[in-house]
């Protein structure tokens, strides 16, 4: 375990006990305000700290002297494309530097005034430059779900879902951060008694997911091993990869999933590492039929996250709608990395793989709308007295996502976003 | 037609007759020599012109004096978000400064040796970053024949095919110049007679394809109508979308293609201006059924712009497997563009939206070895006496494109990539 993981460290700053944020997690993350302009933070309990003025204060000069211009980026890209070497020597000193006996900023006020924020004073702005978005399927029950549902309960599997994990390019450019209002998307839907109309979706739905960031690139044709793989990953975020099923049902068949995505995916503001989330490591699931060779791998490679989503009307409160956990993942991401590299295909850094809806084996664990309904069937009941099969407009979709080890919580924030009324 | 497509006009930099690029293309690439670091170039005949020497030199003082930033990039994006009125102003004004008439540059030799190099002394870079790339799949005859070899020849369309262009998202960062090397991909296929097995592809394909290059943006949320869609068209491109059908063909339902394509795309390294092309507008398909109200137009929304696919083994000519059209859509680029933001998904410049492969109505004219050999029941006899199914290692694939309008030849120069075995 790292220093920064310690659980016994804390910090001069305050953390709340229910905090995503003790001194242990150090994410990262890209902020404004009024004064200063986008640059990159970390945050402990809820005080965002400005690593750009860190740095020109000098405080990471023994690790790299240049690190003030990766800090003073809009994207955390060029903080990720240091290596992990730099990035850990970050997190390990960032740790350091807000530990309750270090003096070095804790009794120096007017720096403190130049480097911390309170959450609410700043704009998280999207973190990462997302070049290729791909989104992967590797929950078991989902796909069961969802096979169960659209095809056959007895071969809910298709046949290459044991075999590989597979997943579809998506769309970068709409990936927006937490807070992000969306507009309900339209398009064409076909009734079942006749030809296609145009309007907007009638059936908006969340998809609950993580994404790995990729933070190291590799040259176009280099194939990453399932041993190397979590190296090429800097760390995770929540994801609502926002899915319209009426557009996703006409238009999938053969090439798959495109504007039923391609309106919007909601990403949590800040990117949590690899090493932060080093406690929460679990045991996989059996794979039976064997993978091939290059998907075997060994070790504890996935995580035990527990993931929810609360749906909150306009003038209501949120109401959790689904309590899932990410480990339950029958692809890890060691493998999607692994298979997505096989053919040569090169990753740049700020590419984001996302894992596909994460199901659990309960009702209450299922992690989409269309699951929970039952398509629609078993409406969920609201504290209002409404009810939802779906996304209604002015409802907000609240994701959230922490783990629990040694008494220490290491969270992700949310990822939410409203659903505005089509244009 | 802009004064920049008079046929009449000629230039004192020589031509061939069978030059793609004569003094009314001026089409945008980005090349660097071992002087000079990358830039954006336009070329005439065999010379290509450095643009960036060009606006340092003040001949773009009168459109806008920043010019020589924006031609001092790696890539053609930061020119092409200028704006349609700036860009069609330097394409008519390289129009002027190359034209016969003209003394400027003409008469000023030591102004000349700044500016001006051979293709052969100099190395064309992939000219635009592309951020998101979109693949169609809009030729009737090769949808018509994919369904008929892999489905059912009665009902070869899938249902939704007339109503809507289908598209996918690919992926971006495996885009590479012409002339770039492409090791065969590896990965997952699967025997009629037995469990999945892992090794190179046995089905090397081309695709014959074009794609388009945006070159302004839109927000999320907005969508862009038929009428607007040419005015966010920069230009056009050879591409070929490579693809492993025996990968493809395990792994592609129900998300579409994934590492059958990503491996790599070779596009050509000059972009043709829409501008450049109006003399080759045509008439589009009959639309039958009729397509929803946003999918309308009017007008020549189609090209026609002759292509050709040769083969040229490691010791062998070029031989020529198809002659095709761009002609050959049913859904034109228009179409696609608003079909792709009426979701409200957003569009960056540099974005790319390919074609799908361009398929002809005769076996002459498939786009992809796929069709022309019938899934490999068809040989191609090559004129060293082997045959072809599919690409065999060492072949180097090549496409060109070009039209002929009152005898001025506009073309795309190549799209070539020679295929080396897997790694």
Redesign the interface.
Known sequence: MLPANDPSLSSWINVDSDSDFPIQNIPFGVFQTEKKSARVATIIGDTVIDLAALAQLGYFNEIDSNLESSFSQSYINQFMGLGKKITNAVRNRISNIFEKNNPELRDNKEQQAQVLSKIHEVEMLLPVQV??YTDF?SSREHATNVGTMFRDPENAL???WL??P?????????I?VSG?NI?R????Q?PNDG????GPSRLLDFELEMAFVVGQPTK??Q?ISTAEAEDYIFGITLFNDWS?RD?QK???????????K???STMSPWIVTLEALEPFRTEGYDQD?EV???LKYSGKKNYDIKLEVAIQPEDGQPHVVCKSNFKHMYWTMAQQLT??T???????VG?MCASGTISGPTPDSYGSMLEISWRGTKPVAMPDGSERKFINDKDTVIMRGWGIANGVRIGFGEASGKVLPA?
Do not use: M
């Open positions: 070049g290729d399927y298709l046949p290459n075999h590989l597979v997943g579809y390019h998506g769309r970068a450019s709409s927006v992000t507009h998307p339209k398009g064409q076909k030809p296609p109309v145009f176009l044709g194939s319209a557009i006409w238009e999938y068949i053969p090439l798959g999933p495109f504007l039923a391609s309106f919007a039929p091939l060779p290059y298979h997505h096989v053919n040569g295909c090169n990753v740049n590419d244009l």
